[in-house]
């Protein structure tokens, strides 16, 4: 069990690493940070402890999702000694069956200490230890990729908050780390938390026999979706060639949900034909989430290098609509499948094994760069100018529609 002597000595050894950022990391944020606005007088930064700017633009960006980030401020402080519970606990909790760390008690402490006005960064080194405790693929200083650890975050804490008793992920989401599906069941099966309510949609997936014409349907819940960026906006082009179609969101999403054949080595296995055959594939949305969560698939594997899609997608601020995705349009209203802009995650660089992660975020009408320690107010256009990797979609509501056209801009 965890006492304070261990978490001091932690402490320390996180706090002496926080040097340990290459120099060509802390080159390109001093170069990121020297491009900022005026210093934002409400947020609070988070401390690097040594290449954690990963977790650093996850946590900002959630700060920024109200409906998340409030049910976490406002549950109860739990006390833990020496693995002990002081006092009576309000919720349950369970990390792998070890009482004394709480992953949602520590994300709790670190949500309150953001926005309080505090120009001191925020050191997150008490969540950061409770992951190294939990997710063991995060451990070490190396630098890790920001969307594989949103969806383990996710995943832990909605077990926790469950209190299930099988502590593990389930084999889908750990056993093939580069190939993370965005549609994993595994993360939001049973009880609904939180995370499910906030994050969890549903889509339905249509397959066709070409032999036979027999239609299977199933539905498949999901956290966020991963969309490729289409491959005739990948290509590289030279300074003297003609610059080619920018591409936007709703090419990626309309690649992703599109009808696609299935190659030979996605053979469907046919229940008429009795026989694997060759088929189609169809996404549609049949339930959307308060908080759409929308990966853009920027690292591709090849035989022993992973490279990163430098394409520049074209995303809106606001007024994102997803009627067309949607299995039965008809039975939604036009404003509910409206959806506004409440953070975006950037990574900057060549590698995801290098670079640098950086978020920004909408708060009471203003946007904010979230670079590490540093928080500046930016202009829509340079959130709007950003080669986003992650973003954050809050549904509209009655009072958005209201606010939108007083809402201060910069």
């Not at 002496?16 to 390109?28: A, F, H, K």
């Not at 990729?145 to 889908?172: C, K, M, T, V, W």
């Amino acid at each position: 069990n965890m006492n304070i002597e261990s978490v001091q000595r932690v402490r320390e050894h996180l706090q002496s690493l926080e040097s340990s950022v290459t120099n060509t990391d802390r080159q390109r944020k001093r170069k990121l940070s020297g491009s900022g606005g005026p210093p934002a007088l409400s947020a609070t930064g988070l401390r690097n402890l040594g290449n954690t700017c990963f977790m650093n633009a996850i946590l900002q960006s959630l700060s920024n999702i109200l409906e998340f980030s409030c049910y976490f401020k406002e549950l109860p402080a739990v006390a833990l000694r020496s693995g002990k519970t002081a006092g009576r606990r309000m919720y349950h909790t369970r990390s792998q069956g070890d009482s004394s760390v709480s992953l949602v008690e520590e994300l709790r402490k670190t949500l309150c200490s953001l926005w309080q006005g505090n120009q001191t960064a925020f050191s997150p080194d008490a969540l950061f230890y409770v992951i190294w405790k939990i997710m063991p693929s995060f451990r070490g200083y190396q630098q890790q990729d920001a969307h594989e650890f949103l969806r383990y975050l996710l995943d832990h804490l909605h077990r926790e908050l469950q209190g299930s008793r099988n502590g593990l992920p389930g084999p889908s989401l750990l056993s093939d780390r580069p190939n993370l599906t965005s549609e994993s069941k595994c993360c939001i099966n049973g009880t609904p938390t939180i995370v499910t309510s906030v994050f969890g949609g549903v889509l339905q997936n249509e397959v066709n026999c070409l032999i036979c014409g027999t239609e299977s349907r199933k539905f498949d819940p999901f956290l966020d979706l991963s969309l490729d960026i289409p491959s005739q906006f990948r290509v590289k082009r030279t300074k003297d060639q003609e610059p080619g179609p920018t591409c936007n969101l709703h090419n990626c999403l309309s690649s992703f949900t599109d009808l696609e054949e299935l190659d030979e080595t996605e053979l469907y296995m046919c229940h008429k034909c009795k026989k694997r055959q060759k088929s189609t594939k169809k996404f549609w949305i049949q339930k959307l989430p308060k908080v759409l969560c929308l990966h853009l698939k920027r690292f591709h594997w090849t035989a022993f290098l992973r490279n990163k899609v430098d394409t520049y997608v074209e995303f809106p601020l606001r007024g994102l609509d997803m009627k067309r995705y949607l299995l039965e349009p008809e039975n939604s209203l036009p404003e509910s499948c409206l959806y506004d802009l409440a953070a975006v995650v950037v990574h900057h660089g060549s590698g995801v094994g290098s670079g640098h992660y950086t978020a920004y975020g909408h708060h009471e009408g203003r946007w904010y760069h979230f670079n590490d320690s540093t928080v500046t107010l930016v202009n829509e256009q340079t959130v709007a100018k950003a080669k986003a990797y992650i973003l954050f979609y809050t549904e509209r509501t009655e009072q958005d529609r209201m606010t939108s056209e007083t809402e201060p801009k910069l």
